[in-house]
């Protein structure tokens, strides 16, 4: 099987960080690399030179954002399995793919796993823990989603039920996942074990008025899909986000400051 790893950016010289994560994974798999650059006009094009005889695909035009440059990739993409890492984010460990992998190999039943996310610093201190768990209906009226860093899904789910809409500037992803796990019911797994190390902030978390903004995004997605029973998900689903910030006592190099081994 092959497993295509998109990751869009603009103005982000983190994105040496994030192909190194790529780049280093352990895995007995065909690899795919898309770089989709909105057209950045720093220093991130130069780093990007850098590696582009270790990419398989690189764009570099004016984009509508984030979620363009996602679908610019999947457009392009050819592996039977696609995963997206952004450019400030990276994965916590060299065997990611391999272990995601596995998980498509040995059910060929599953459409989407994800797994659990690590919110670390520059000088990788332990932020904030996402710990998603299985994918449930009812949870979703609680205000539940996967983190969308973790999220791997086969190609041909998105060739069926569509991808990003970008008439969501801020929850497309949220409006995604929506649509493929509660509308259409793709069947999922959850590898409990963190997958990305995930920068702080993001679209959805970089202002007080994208929060809000996100969160109504979120709710008009269920009626985008003909869905019921979102009315409290802009009231909930910030609630649900206090307990990441416990530290969790299951994962000392968390507390060490250390994010290497945290499978």
């Keep these: 099987m092959k497993i295509s ?15 190194d994560s790529i780049l280093c994974q352990r895995h007995g798999h065909e690899l795919e690399t898309i770089v989709i650059d909105g057209g950045s006009s720093d220093e991130t094009r130069d780093i990007i030179a850098r590696y582009r005889e270790r990419l398989s695909i690189v764009v570099s035009e004016p984009d509508a954002g984030p979620y363009d440059g996602m679908n610019k990739g999947i457009g392009k993409a050819t592996g039977d399995v696609l995963g997206i890492l952004n450019a400030d984010d990276r994965y916590g460990d060299d065997a990611v793919l391999q272990d995601v992998m596995d998980v498509f190999e040995s059910d060929a039943s599953v459409d989407v796993c994800y797994g659990d996310i690590a919110y670390v610093n520059d000088d990788d201190k332990f932020v904030r823990y996402w710990k998603s768990g299985p994918n449930r ?5 609680l205000g539940w989603r996967p983190p969308h860093p973790s999220f791997f899904a086969r190609r041909a789910v998105y060739e069926r039920y569509g991808i990003f809409d970008l008439n969501f500037a801020i929850a497309s992803d949220y409006e995604m996942q929506l649509r493929l796990l509660l509308k259409h019911g793709v069947r999922s797994s959850h590898m409990e074990r963190v997958l990305v190390h995930m920068a702080p902030g993001g679209l959805s978390n970089g202002s007080f008025g994208n929060i809000v903004k996100a969160n109504l995004e979120a709710s008009r997605a269920w009626s985008r899909n003909q869905l019921r029973g979102g009315q409290l998900v802009p009231i909930l689903k910030p609630l649900l986000k206090i307990p990441q910030f416990v530290r969790p006592p299951f994962a000392p190099s968390l507390l060490n400051g250390s994010t290497r081994s945290l499978g």
Excluded at 5 to 19: D, Y
Excluded at 137 to 141: A, E, F, I
């Design 5 to 19: 790893i998109i990751t869009p950016v603009f103005n982000e010289p983190r994105i040496g960080r994030a192909l």
């Design 137 to 141: 209906q009812y949870k979703w009226r």
